[in-house]
Nanobody, 123 residues
Framework: VQLQASGGGLVQAGGSLRLSCAASGRTSSTYAKGWFRQAPGKDREFVAAISWGGGSTRYADSVKGRFTTSRDNTKNTVNLQMNSLKPEDTAVYYC?????????????????WGQGTQVTVSS
């Protein structure tokens, strides 16, 4: 499974960005997908995840109510809509794929990772 994230950029606090992750590979649409982020000097942290069918999602407490993840298995894409962005959301965002049905929050559950896309929120 190969993953390609895009959509990052610079935005003012309170603004919105939409990240996309294109997956390729024969079974990529059957994998759970997750989003993680890593800020400078900090560990990678869980942001959001979606089950392979899209019926179940999970979010970190810090982004609940502001971020929404969705997927389109016909296009092999997963998206992360980020609203009401805060400076503390600044990080490199990664999409990942796990060979499971359910959406997990632990990074070690995910076997495949994209290259990351930078999100910078200015105050």
């Amino acid at each position: 499974v190969q993953l390609q994230a895009s959509g990052g950029g610079l935005v003012q606090a309170g603004g919105s960005l939409r990240l996309s992750c294109a997956a390729s590979g024969r079974t990529s649409s059957t994998y759970a997908k997750g989003w993680f982020r890593q800020a400078p000097g900090k560990d990678r942290e869980f942001v959001a995840a979606i089950s392979w069918g899209g019926g179940s999602t999970r979010y970190a407490d810090s982004v609940k109510g502001r971020f929404t993840t969705s997927r389109d298995n016909t296009k092999n894409t997963v998206n992360l809509q980020m609203n009401s962005l805060k400076p503390e959301d600044t990080a490199v965002y990664y999409c990942a794929a796990a060979p499971t049905v359910v959406a997990g929050t632990r990074a070690d559950l995910y076997d495949y990772w994209g290259q990351g896309t930078q999100v910078t929120v200015s105050s």
